[in-house]
């Protein structure tokens, strides 16, 4: 399954952010989005991910084919580790979280509630949900932050068995992921500044 963005442009909050944006990524590849703080990086991925509208453009995917991890990890507080992994696995309709449990190191963690884990393992536990999705696509923003470096490798281990599996990703980050991977950069899609509900005279 091949991924195809086309011309397309996104905003937040009323504010166009990105526009043009154009690229492919085909089973098996990553790509890691590059750019500055505030540049649209989440943007991208919220749009593609269909939390939001595009301005225009199109994606060749539909979001169902997606898995998204972003910041907040969607964790259910007072389920336990294991809970929330099959919680997730039925709404998914996938089945066993035993590859998800050792591929993220939360074998031990599995009986303790979601609440009670620190900031990395909670990270950990968000990430172990992509592979109880059964999804082709994984859309992550920022997958490593509060991740310690061998929860890094891990992570790094997670993704390139979904690339050797066919599966695609594309990563938002800052930091080296310990894997070779092409990158764009999305300052060179950055929107004219204009708001959309810009004030118009003619009707004032
Ligand atoms: N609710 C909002 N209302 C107005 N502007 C917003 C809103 N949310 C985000 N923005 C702005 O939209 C722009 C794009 O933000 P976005 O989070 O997509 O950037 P990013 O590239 O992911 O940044 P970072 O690397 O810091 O995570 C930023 O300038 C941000 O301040």
Redesign the pocket.
């Known amino acids: 399954m091949e991924l195809a963005v086309s011309d397309l442009a996104c905003a937040?909050?009323?504010?166009p952010?990105l526009e043009g944006v154009n690229f492919t990524l085909a089973g098996g590849e990553a790509l890691l989005l590059r750019?500055?703080?505030?540049?649209?990086?989440?943007?991208?991925?919220?749009t593609l991910a269909g939390l939001q509208p595009a301005l225009a453009g199109s994606v060749s995917v539909p979001p169902e084919a997606m898995a998204y991890a972003a910041h907040a990890d969607g964790l259910k507080a007072t389920l336990s580790v294991a809970e929330n992994l099959r919680f997730w696995a039925r709404i998914f309709g996938t089945s066993g979280i035993d590859a998800a449990l050792e591929g993220f190191n939360l074998v031990e963690l599995a009986d303790r509630q979601a609440h009670n884990l620190s900031a990395g393992q909670k990270r950990r536990l968000g990430l172990a949900r992509l592979l109880v999705t059964g999804r082709p696509i994984w859309v992550l923003?920022?997958p490593t932050v509060s991740l310690d470096l061998a929860s890094v490798a891990l992570f790094g281990d997670a993704v390139r068995r979904h690339l050797d599996g066919g599966g695609a990703a594309l990563i938002?980050t800052?930091i080296d992921l310990g894997f070779t991977a092409r990158e764009l950069d999305?300052t060179a899609f950055r929107a004219a500044p204009r708001r959309l509900d810009a004030f118009d005279e003619a009707f004032a």
Do not use: S, Y
């Not at 937040?12 to 504010?15: H, K």
């Not at 750019?35 to 919220?46: A, D, E, F, S, Y």
């Open positions: 937040r909050g009323g504010v952010v750019g500055p703080n505030g540049i649209g990086k989440t943007t991208l991925l919220r923003d920022e938002a800052h999305v």
